[in-house]
């Protein structure tokens, strides 16, 4: 389990690991609340059987956690898509102007900047408040996917506009949040 790579939900759509985590003895990660509800089970990038959604929050927020079976080996790493791994020290929360990178399925890792804090998006099911503006590319399957600034965990890949292709403006969900909301710790 990785930040970054490829899941999928119910066998079929597909999102990214945000990362790996733990509650008490039970491993997992966290993703974004709009990959999947409690209860949706999850295969891995190699269509291995893999996980269970334990909880979703979205809107609202746009957070959840899948607990991973005894075949998956929680790493507190993310896929740099460059054949490596950035590994993941910590939580704290990068402020506007700092450097961004992100890691996910459908475009690989891209590089930024934080622009704004706390920002309110629309989407078509509701508004999602408290997400993290970002001048980085991304596309769908990028979701739940990894914010990274230096070896900081920050955040979820929400949604946003654009595409990798000419660029675009791409909200996370810090990650802070949903690691207090179910009680969880990075790996
Ligand atoms: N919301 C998309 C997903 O579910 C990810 C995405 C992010 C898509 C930014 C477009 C975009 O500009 O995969």
């Known amino acids: 389990v990785r930040g970054g ?15 790996s985590v733990r509650k008490g003895s039970t491993n997992g990660f966290v993703s974004a609340g ?10 891995g990038y190699n269509r291995v059987a893999q996980g ?8 609202g927020n746009d957070y959840s956690w899948v607990a991973v079976n005894s075949n998956w080996t ?8 460059s054949g490596g791994n950035v590994a993941v020290k910590g939580s704290t929360a990068a402020t ?3 450097s961004i990178c992100r890691s996910g399925s459908t475009t690989g890792w891209h590089c930024g ?6 920002a309110s998006v629309r989407y078509s ?3 999602v408040s408290g ?28 949604g946003g506009s654009g595409n990798c292709s000419s660029g675009g403006t791409t909200y996370f969900q810090p990650v802070n949040e949903a690691l207090s909301a179910y009680g969880l710790t990075l790996v």
Do not use: K
């Open 5 to 19: 790579d490829a899941y999928y939900i119910n066998s079929s759509a597909r999102c990214s690991i945000g990362f």
């Open 34 to 43: 709009h990959c999947g509800r409690a209860g949706n089970t999850t295969t």
């Open 52 to 59: 269970t959604f334990q909880g979703s929050s979205f809107p």
């Open 74 to 81: 929680p790493r507190g790493w993310v896929n740099n898509y």
């Open 96 to 98: 506007v102007g700092s």
């Open 113 to 118: 900047t934080v622009q704004q804090l706390n």
């Open 125 to 127: 099911q509701g508004t």
């Open 131 to 158: 997400l993290t503006r970002t001048n980085v590319c991304a596309e769908p399957g990028d979701s739940g996917g990894s914010f990274i600034s230096g070896s900081q965990a920050q955040g979820m890949t929400s």
